[in-house]
């Protein structure tokens, strides 16, 4: 069997980063078997133009119910497992899926001696302050130490995040901590698919990646008011009223604290990785006007 006819298991399959990689999988031969809880839904376009999963998978795991629903034949023949499983806005317990669900797709992994478990996690989880952060974080260092040949890839952030700038800009605002200083290198979602799929089975390593540009968050709400032709205008968020939002949201619910944190942190740390890809976040923030 060639490295292209090998069987591939992709968890997270029906969000942005899954979906743009077993587009990639299938263009590059591999055998691609999906985990997804809803079929119907991995057949449809996914958000932020990530392409439809019908036609590209030759395998099919239905866990509807997560963890309860996965049993060890699921992964049955698979040499490689690829995690792009994580919660960012959907409401569920970030413990319960970015830990807990994929130690459950490791412990399977383990169990059927497959060869590598490649994850996407995020940079500057370490040093994060959110339920999100800290999730990830413990599945990495639970990673880094199986005997299944661990394989971490931290991107900057995904263009499909800063959708919302944009959405602020359409609208005559954007605000954010600070001057604007911090740096990111955004990716798009084809182009982590790009790096991740030439890395399976290419041996342990952690990866810090992003895309071909580096830019601070003024640069990125500047793009985003040209795209959507309106006079920038840029509100800074004084860090006290970040603490009264973070203090606020805790109150609401433990899972809005978590990710008002999670945003907060991102716009307060620089988030610079490798640079890879061709795409280029002007043209993205332009694709939204269609």
């Not at 997804?36 to 958000?47: K, Q, Y």
């Not at 919302?164 to 798009?188: C, N, Q, T, W």
């Not at 309106?230 to 603490?243: E, N």
Request: proline share 5%; hydrophobic share 40%; charged share 20%.
């Amino acid at each position: 069997m060639t490295d292209a006819r090998k069987r591939v298991l992709v968890a997270g399959a029906t969000g942005y980063v899954g979906r743009h990689i077993i587009a990639r999988l299938h263009d590059d031969g591999f055998v691609v078997r999906a985990a997804v809880r809803d079929r119907a839904r991995a057949a449809a376009p996914g958000a932020y133009g990530a392409p439809a999963l019908e036609g590209l998978v030759d395998e099919w795991v239905l866990a509807p119910g997560g963890a309860a629903d996965l049993h060890p034949q699921a992964m049955a023949d698979v040499d490689h497992v690829v995690s792009a499983l994580g919660v960012t806005r959907q409401n569920a317990d970030p413990w319960a899926i970015d830990f807990l669900l994929n130690l459950r797709y490791l412990e399977l992994a383990e169990l059927s001696d497959t060869e590598s478990f490649l994850y996407v996690g995020v940079m500057n989880t370490s040093t994060g302050s959110s339920a999100v952060s800290r999730a990830k974080h413990a599945f990495m260092e639970a990673l880094s130490r199986s005997r299944v040949s661990p394989q971490i890839v931290n991107p900057s952030g995904y263009f499909s995040d800063l959708t919302e700038i944009y959405d602020l800009a359409k609208r005559g605002m954007a605000f954010g901590l600070g001057d604007g200083s911090v740096r990111l290198s955004p990716i798009h979602g084809a182009d982590l698919a790009d790096f991740c799929v030439s890395h399976i089975g290419s041996g342990a390593g952690t990866w810090d990646i992003g895309g071909p540009e580096m830019l601070t968050y003024r640069d990125i709400v500047r793009l985003a008011f040209e795209a959507a032709d309106r006079k920038p205008r840029y509100t800074r968020v004084p860090q006290p009223l970040a603490s009264a939002a973070v203090w606020t949201a805790d109150r609401i619910s433990p899972r809005a604290g978590s990710l008002t944190r999670f945003f907060l942190d991102g716009m307060q740390t620089d988030s610079v990785g490798e640079p890879h890809g061709t795409h280029k976040l002007a043209d993205y923030f332009s694709s939204l006007q269609r």
